[in-house]
């Protein structure tokens, strides 16, 4: 089972950037796939999900620019990142996780990509 994340990089205030995850072992459509980030000196927050029927959702400071979308083919998802802003500057995660009721189980994260929003 592996998650394999790219994409990141360096990129100007109200830029974008599209990042990729790429699964093996097992589909994407029979777990929550979920972008994650981390910056310097926080903690970890979910930024977007896609849940196995398709819809979406997101982190309240994302909504309107970002967008998480799969490829059931490719067994990929995306993570479009538009209007980027200094904030957003973190490594990026990928994940597959099990939705337990009221918790979200990660079971198989990626290895970081690191995004750089320059002001």
């Known amino acids: 089972v592996q998650l394999q994340a790219s994409g990141g990089g360096l990129v100007q205030a109200g830029g974008s950037l599209r990042l990729s995850c790429v699964a093996s072992?097992?589909?994407?459509?029979?777990?929550?796939m979920a972008w994650f980030r981390q910056a310097p000196g926080k903690e970890r927050e979910l930024v977007a999900r896609i849940w196995s029927n398709g819809n979406s959702d997101y982190v309240e400071s994302v909504k309107g620019r970002f967008t998480i979308s799969r490829d059931n083919a490719e067994n990929t998802v995306y993570l479009q990142m538009n209007s980027l802003k200094p904030d957003d500057t973190a490594v990026y995660y990928c994940?597959?996780?099990?939705?337990?009721?009221?918790?979200?189980?990660?079971?198989?994260w990626g290895q970081g990509t690191q995004v750089t929003v320059s002001s």
């Open positions: 994940a597959a996780a099990a939705f337990l009721g009221t918790v979200l189980r990660v079971d198989y």
């Open positions: 072992g097992f589909t994407v459509t029979s777990y929550v």
